[in-house]
């Protein structure tokens, strides 16, 4: 839509806009994003509070009283629906901009420069036109053409899939003098000068066709649809039977239609939407604070019922910080020391130390760690900085520990890293010849290899050394440790192709597993889920690391045995552990779609652009905040801003609580609608007065019962909540159990109710409705108690540990004292002040309702205690 405006002509060197430009043009092009959901426009949020199905009724309910002159009536309701959208709106707002600035935590900055001094700005208010500073480490915030640069190199696999980074000029050779949106600075620095934004960016291009993936509803929202539409659809039904027998039967007609609409009112969960909105956006929050980013609403109670966990495995299940610590060459087995990236460990050959002229073959392999790389190391006080890729840092690490020296002038040309192929070149020259310096995984490099550097110099590579070779290959990744192999080929010209290597040998290095990913991996298989982990690197490596964290796998297989399968045979493997090793992220999508159709809700991690459709397609995509690009940020539902399996465990834990929270007041809800129900069904069969007025069984379900609602909302979780295995995704908020929960406790509290009501009707039929009322009021507080677990009573629970919803009782109560006692609320509710005995009797019929499920409870505790886990 706005492509036209970004067809600008060459941007002018070296000028920069002035802020008032600048704002001008953020005006005409628009703000700098893709791939964000952008927030909520105000309106919608509004909109949505007041066409609801609920909602919508309600109105209609309003509209009828006002046809039938029940003004008061009428506008009653019509100010409680108004309250409650405005309440819901304001809750949905503060949701929607707390979320905005969680999304903010992951917005990158930009250094430009504006009237001529550099500043540091949001991403996101970058214009066509800025002048734009880049350095090693930076991504580059918008497409833009190079100005001025000093040894500049990106990373654009990204935009190409290719991870090793392009040398970029401004000497005009086919788009080497322009920069893209979402690629990274890997070296060297640059003046740039932004010349599209936005959508209009080849980022943005392609993130825009990403987009469209189908994006699947979660089950809360289906099924709380559907629940609202049910009991709606049985409000209309009942209310409209009510008013139609009642009419037939010889009722005043405007009595019955008044009794209508108060059933349908009473049967409606009004405060339910709300109450589920906001106590997800404070799941958000309480996720956001364990480092767990939720990027849609809903998706934390997705998380809860998540069966599988496909996880990779560098940097998620390990640190991402490698150290290399053996080497072999030329026959010979040399060990590292040191930690980190700082180079002032040592090279030890049997214990001695050896240095870069030690012996040539070792050089040789130097030359190869720090000639085919990116990597650079920076010493920033006490501690060394390393930009770049950590296996690369870990080699030129372990160069400098043998005082390697380093070239001085550019590599004459690249053969890019690629996930598909696992290896990479650069020719340098190195005296008068021109060589070609390779490294990869071992099995590539050595396919690439016809030769090797054996303790006599360079000999043929026969079988028997290539079975020697992936001995020692397979001892060391049996040790955990990730494997490169080095090798080297002298060419007559730099576009020479990788083949004909000499094979100079491995490096081992160690990745050393998350320590708190073991207890996360333990904690997640004792909950249920299955965890498979899905890796670019070698099967023995990723075995090794798999036992280190005991994540059990009982197959292994790689990317390239996973392309020889059909479907049915890939699903018919994926009933035990699988460990899938060497696999490009083209293979994620295809393990997604064979899980979920075996009906399992998938939580997938990624972080490149290519992980992008596997992280939409999974119930919950899971980027990665550190290592993960834009665009898989912007596919998934979830961010882990520290990169970490163990994160991800604490955000299904939460999303479990959530969930059970979510059924926890979901049955309060509606055990206390049911007791309306009840008590308004029979008072009708009697044939008395209104037992309740409309307005106050609105003033019940919106005001009383949803901010108790709430607080239940806030219960923390308790330890069975990741013993259990994870919810069936069919299973509804309602099984048959909580049913039989919902009806006892309604039945009571209806003909509690009821009760009052005829007891004290001789008093006057105000007192007597005021009294059924706060009867009802009572009891719906009093039951709250029993809801708040399924299983514990609250003396196991501890009285005192959700005090909110201890505040939520007393505050309720004071309340309705006031309605009762207090003339301006006394006359919008219609209550006529009570006596004692009224409120013995209603204390009185409180008490079974808190008492009667803690001995239930206790006995159940009891009975089960062998068998219980605490
Ligand atoms: P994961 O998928 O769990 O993140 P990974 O980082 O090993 O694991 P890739 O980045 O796809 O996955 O790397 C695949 C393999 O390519 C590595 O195991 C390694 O052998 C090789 N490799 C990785 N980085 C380089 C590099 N900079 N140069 C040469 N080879 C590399």
Redesign the pocket.
Known sequence: MRSEPHQKPAPTRSENLTSAEARARLETYGPNIVGETRITPIWKILLRQFTGFLVLLLIGASLVALLLGETVDAVAIGLVVLLNGGLGFMQEWKAETSLAALRDMLRPRAKVIRDDVPVLIDSRDIVPGDLVLLEAGDQVPADAGIASAIGLRVDESVLTGESVPVSKDTDGVDQRDQVMMGTNVTAGRAEVVVSATGPATAFGKIATLTGSVEERGTNLSRQLGRLGGQLGFAALLLGLAIALTGVAVGRDLMEMVMTGISMAVAIIPEGLPAVVTISLALGAGAMARRKALVRRLQAIETLGAASVICT?????LTENKMTASALWIAGKSYKAVGTGYDPAGRILLEDDPVRYGSNPDLDDALDVMVGCSHASLRRDGANWQMVG?P??GALLTLAYKGWSPVPEDAPLAEIP?S?ER???GMVRRKGDDLVLLA???PEQIMDASTTWRSPDGQVPLDAATRQDIEQIYADMADRGL???ALAQHKVSAADAPDEDLEFLGLVGMIDPPRPEVRDAIRTCIQAGMSIMM?????PLTARAIAEDLSLPVEKLMTGAELEKIDDDALGALLSAPVLFA??APEHKMRLVRILQAQGHIVAMTGDGVNDAPALKQADIGVAMGIRGTDVAKGASDLVLLDDNFATLKGAIREGRRQFANIQRFVRYLLSSNAGEVVAILINLMLGGPLIYLPTQILWMNLVTDGVTALTLGLEPGTPEQMTAPPRRPDAGILDRWALAMILAFGTYTGFASLYLFYTFQPAGVDVARTAAFTGMILFEKTSVFAFRSFSLPCWRLGWGSNPKLLVAFAAMISLQLLVVYWTPLQQLLHAAPLGWKHWAAIILLSLPLIIVPEIIKTMRLKRDRPTHSH
Request: net charge positive; glycine share 16%.
């Open positions: 990779d495995k560098t940097g998620t890729d296996t690369e890293f996930s696992k290896r990479m490294k990869g995984a990730r494997v490169i899905i890796t670019g690197d070698g060497r696999t």
